[in-house]
């Protein structure tokens, strides 16, 4: 999910049968297939799509990843419920993504440092806040 450019994707590929990579920003096609050809991987695939709205039945992948995106993620409680809705019956999800400090003050200076670094950034999470999500 949020595959960008597909460097999780493109890693994993060689281990499994087949790779889904899906982002919103149809641009990401760009770099994501370029790296699939420089590899030879063959069984890539990349889509444009919203995380919040995955266009997969349910418990279609045994494995879901997400990578440096979830800060970008407007409703990320709709995110994370689609990535579980598209997982097999004990899938792994695997999502890897900045945290904020624990102190409020701190969380939200770092929030708006990320924002005025990249328009795109939403709200990263503290430890605590993915445990209780989790």
């Known amino acids: 999910m949020a595959t960008g450019p597909g460097h999780t994707a493109l890693a994993l590929a060689p281990f499994v049968r087949e790779v889904i990579g ?3 920003t149809p641009e990401m096609a760009i770099p994501f297939s370029q790296a699939d ?3 030879g991987l063959g069984n890539v695939r990349f889509l444009v799509g919203d995380a919040e709205s995955l266009p997969f039945p349910e418990g279609e992948f045994h494995l ?3 990578r440096r995106a979830a800060h970008h993620f407007p409703r990320i409680a709709r995110a994370l ?3 579980a809705r ?3 019956p004990g899938g792994c999800l695997g999502i890897a993504d900045m945290v904020a400090p624990e ?3 701190a969380a939200q200076l770092f929030n708006a440092l990320e924002a005025a670094r ?3 950034h939403v709200r990263a999470y503290t430890v605590e806040e993915w445990q209780r999500r989790a």
């Open 22 to 24: 899906i982002d919103l």
């Open 37 to 39: 050809r420089e590899r």
């Open 64 to 66: 879901v990843t997400t």
């Open 81 to 83: 419920a689609e990535m």
């Open 86 to 88: 598209v997982l097999k």
């Open 103 to 105: 102190n409020p003050e």
């Open 118 to 120: 990249d328009n795109s």
